[in-house]
Nanobody, 115 residues
Framework: QVRLVESGGGLVQAGGSLRLSCAAS????????MGWYRQAPGKQREWVAT???????NYADSVKGQFTGSTDNAKNTGDLQMNNLKSEDTGVYYC?????????WGQGTQVTVSS
């Protein structure tokens, strides 16, 4: 049973930073792709970032230049560094991992940015 556990969420003032982490259980067959998504209250879940095992990354226009991510395939973990946070960044953040066969989702971590 593959499990993903996100951590690092919390309450931060606008302009502050948070670093989210996503850890996959040892039963995963490596991380080919890690995706980060978020869901704001009353809105649909939206894509935030894609981190590929070759080091390439893609970000939604709304967070480009503000968020950066990376993965550590040796540890089956990934991080999302979020800087200069704004109130519109508030939401539940989810990581999703493709191990080459299946997609797995974490339970989410709450990020709240106060203005």
């Amino acid at each position: 049973q593959v499990r993903l556990v996100e951590s690092g969420g919390g309450l931060v003032q606008a302009g502050g930073s948070l670093r989210l982490s996503c850890a996959a259980s040892s039963s995963i067959f490596g991380i080919n792709v890690m995706g980060w998504y978020r869901q704001a209250p009353g809105k649909q879940r939206e894509w935030v970032a894609t981190l590929n095992s070759d080091g390439s990354t893609n970000y939604a226009d709304s967070v480009k230049g503000q968020f950066t991510g990376s993965t550590d395939n040796a540890k089956n973990t990934g991080d999302l560094q979020m800087n200069n946070l704004k109130s519109e960044d508030t939401g539940v953040y989810y990581c999703a991992v493709l191990d080459g066969i299946n997609w797995y989702w974490g339970q989410g971590t709450q990020v709240t940015v106060s203005s």
